[in-house]
């Protein structure tokens, strides 16, 4: 017989039995509600017993953790102080469970003691069994770094089926620095979720500026606005949707903060500062830039003022499109919008730069530029070229060299997805808003050859 049968079979027992009780315990003296009542309480016991008898193949609705916390209302003064001292208490547990200086020390020795000849040039190499050896000496707190899979990730081609040591303690020694600086920023996390707001980060790098050696020639006046320059680069590549908030997690794993880090390096050489965002030069030049183009000396920058940003050929049409798009007070940008728009256009190979930039030449607001939006980039570029004495280029051999570097899926609409895959979205930008950048292009072959010109006259010398 089937399963279903049974089943069947099953439910038309117990509706005979809740049938019978209902009729022998009937009294005609009982009110129709009364009635009603009894027949559903006889109705639910014999229904949850007939359903305990029946044989579940799932039961773990019966055991489901608690996955939601309630976060304590404003008003829970008491409950809100109990979550921060329990999360402090949690985060010093945490913070005495990674090795100190001492302890770090203390493993180098052991490493260097247990090496396994022989050596590969300077390099001193471990095997498995000194690994495993070592391991357990170096103590409790060490357990978690030697296991087999730490080992076989650090594997490569060595002969004798050893890791380097040298690999091996700059791995111990990343993961015990990611542990520290993800305990240092959940210290600033006021929500307690995992995530810091522009408030939570400000705080964080205006503590550290103490801390970084390249940082102490910046007068204290300057700090709020170096302070400033340097959260906006998180956000604007780690907030994209604007929403306020950053992920511990996200900013632990983006390069930044290896970046600012690096400031502690007193023998920092001139050009990494240069290159470097968070730097006092580099600060120093942005807010420097924006004062020089603050004409009126009122802190902020109209578009005019704007216009004479970097080459001072970036097109009217897409300033009008900043202004439009972009956060502004009373038609003018404060340096906070100014950032943004730095950050943008001096990194337009980034994902999150080219989303800047998309959404101000997505006019139509359709998520893909088409023929239309191409031009009416264009053709602000060809009126500069008539200002400037050039011949004018046909828009129509421009879009086809468009389409042809970006090589969107419709082959009628450029979508941001389209403009990040093709590599090309540095340069498609640049030939749609500055005539520097559209000239540069234009005449890259020129310019090539001009190099390679220098080049041999170099090698001659």
Known sequence: ????????????????????????????????????????????????????????????????????????????????????????????????????????????????????????????????????????????????????????????????????????????????????????????????????????????????????????????????????????????????????????????????????????????SKESQETNWFSAPSALRVYGQYLNLDKDHNGMLSKEELSRYGTGTLTNIFLDRVFQECLTYDGEMDYKTYLDFVLALENRKEPAALQYIFKLLDIENKGYLNVFSLNYFFRAIQEQMKIHGQEPVSFQDVKDEIFDMVKPKDPYKISLQDLINSSQGDTVTSILIDLNGFWTYENREVLVASDNDNTADVDDT
């Not at 003296?29 to 009364?34: C, G, H």
């Not at 017993?49 to 773990?60: A, F, L």
């Not at 690999?167 to 993800?182: D, E």
């Not at 939570?200 to 320059?229: A, H, M, R, W």
Request: net charge neutral; glycine share 6%.
């Open 1 to 268: 017989r089937s399963s279903a049968a049974v089943a069947a079979e099953g439910t038309m027992d117990w509706k005979r039995s809740l049938r019978g009780r209902l009729a022998a315990r009937r009294d005609p003296k009982k009110s129709e509600q009364e009635l009603k009542d009894e027949e559903m309480e006889l109705f639910t016991k014999y229904y949850m017993e007939w359903k305990g008898g029946r044989k579940s193949g799932n039961t773990s609705y019966t055991n489901i953790p608690r996955f939601y916390y309630r976060l304590p209302a404003e008003d829970e003064v008491l409950l809100q102080k109990l979550r921060e001292e329990s999360r402090a208490v949690f985060l010093q547990r945490k913070s005495r469970e990674l090795l100190d200086n001492e302890e770090l020390q203390n493993l180098w020795f052991l490493l260097d003691k247990h090496q396994t000849s022989p050596m590969i040039g300077e390099e001193a190499m471990i095997n498995y069994e000194n690994f495993l050896k070592v391991g357990e000496k170096a103590g409790p707190k060490c357990k978690q770094f030697f296991t087999a899979k730490i080992f076989a990730k650090l594997l490569h081609n060595d002969p004798y089926g050893r890791i380097s040591i040298m690999q091996f303690f700059n791995y111990v020694m990343r993961k015990v620095w990611l542990h520290q600086t993800r305990i240092g920023l959940s210290l600033y996390d006021v929500a307690g979720q995992g995530y810091l707001r522009e408030s939570d980060l400000e705080n964080y790098i205006l503590e550290l500026i103490p801390t970084l050696p390249q940082l102490d020639g910046l007068e204290k006046s300057f700090y709020s606005f170096y302070v400033c320059t340097a959260v906006r680069k998180f956000f604007f590549f780690l907030d994209p949707l604007r929403t306020g908030k950053i992920k511990i997690q996200d900013i632990l794993a983006c390069s930044f903060l290896d970046d600012l880090l690096e400031l502690r390096d007193e023998e920092l």
